[in-house]
Structure formats: C-alpha cells, structure tokens
C-alpha cells in the first residue's frame, strides 16, 4: 500500500510502499490479546512469599496436655490458626510465564501494526535525529505535529541526541526497531516509524 511520510514537524515528506503482509492485514483482537497476556506474564517477578508451617521458627511441642484443661486439643504452635503461624495455601516463589508459539507471537506484531495502520495511528518519518539533543527542540516539533503519546522506532540503533531529548517527555517512548513489541504498541495511541524501521520489519518478515 502507498503511504505518506511526515517530518518531525507534520510537514508532508513523500511517500514509499508498505508490505501489505505486514501492515495491511485485517486486525485480530484475540491473537493481540493473547500476545499482551504473554508479555505481561512474563516480566511478572513472582517473588511473593509467605511462610508455611514448615518454615515457622518455633517448637513443634505439643502445646498442653491432651486431656483435662477444658479447651480444645492442639498440637504445634506452628499451625495457621495462631497468631504467629504458618499461612495456609499461601504464595510461593514462582514463574508466571506460559507458553506462546513463536509464529502466534510473529503473527501478533503484524495484526498490531496492521491495527495501527487500520486506526489511523501510524507515522512514517524519513529519520528521527536531532541536531542537538535539547527537550525544548523536540516538544516543539511535536507540537507541530500535535505528537504527545507515542512509541517512536528506529533503525537498528536510536540516534542519541534524540533518545536523550525524549527521554524527558512524558508518554513518549523510543525504541530501536529490536525492542518494538505489542504491548507497547497497544499502550500509545501513536505508533512512529523511520524509513530504516520500516525496510527492517519488512525484511524481518519476509
């Protein structure tokens, strides 16, 4: 499909040909759903614990006689009805990851794009650079374009004067075209790619 290219400023740059395989396909909710799921799973930590009865630091002596004092048996002080005990069923140290194809997951960044592209929330930029790497510059520009949450892609490196610009600016996330993913796609209503983003998606999936 043909599209237009814009500057950083929204100014018109041209055109070029997006790969219909990649950025012209009709969006699935429920394959970008599950990939979300898995993304999220994932970089879950998984560290909350609690102690069980077997972890408690405390004797495990019979607390009274069995017979004769009027109150209910018991045993060890290590049990959850105390205070001071074990948690009963409690959280464990574990991973929240599940398993995912790779080609479910490959499928999903080209439904996401393609979502994008469906929605009206992509940009092509021929590059995103800057003279000098200075916030005040770069929210200029974006105010041109009207530009205020977006995730913004380049090449196979970010130039540095730009990331060190945008990393100032709320709701405005740069990446190099290795880290794109669905879950930040999805989270911003503007999705930007460079010239060079573009020709390495569509090599990638070639």
């Known amino acids: 499909m043909k599209f237009d290219m814009t500057s950083m400023d929204g100014a018109a740059a041209g055109s070029l040909e997006l790969d219909d395989a990649v950025f012209g396909l009709e969006p699935r909710g429920d ?11 994932k970089r879950q930590a998984g560290d909350h614990k609690t102690l069980g009865r ?5 004797t ?7 017979k004769g004092t009027g109150g209910a048996r018991h045993g060890s002080g290590r049990v959850p009805q105390f205070r001071g005990g074990g948690r009963a069923m409690g959280p464990v140290v574990r991973s929240h990851a599940h398993d995912l194809p790779k080609k479910v997951r490959a499928l999903a960044l080209r439904h996401a794009l393609s979502a994008k592209v469906r929605a009206g ?9 800057l003279a000098e790497g200075k916030t005040k510059v770069l929210r200029e520009s974006f105010a041109k374009s009207s530009l205020t949450n977006a ?15 945008a990393r100032n600016l709320p709701q405005i996330d740069v990446l190099p075209v290795q880290g794109l993913n669905v879950y930040d796609i999805m989270r911003r209503e503007k999705l930007v790619l460079t010239r060079a983003a573009v020709e390495a998606l569509e ?3 070639k």
């Open 151 to 165: 995730l913004i892609i380049d090449g196979g490196q970010v130039h540095e004067n730009f990331a060190m610009a």
């Open 203 to 205: 090599a990638r999936f």
């Open 31 to 41: 394959i970008i759903a599950r990939m979300v799921r898995w993304q999220l799973a």
């Open 121 to 129: 929330g992509l940009m092509v930029w021929e590059k995103a650079e």
């Open 54 to 58: 077997g972890e408690i630091n405390r």
């Open 60 to 66: 495990g002596k019979k607390m009274y006689k069995q």
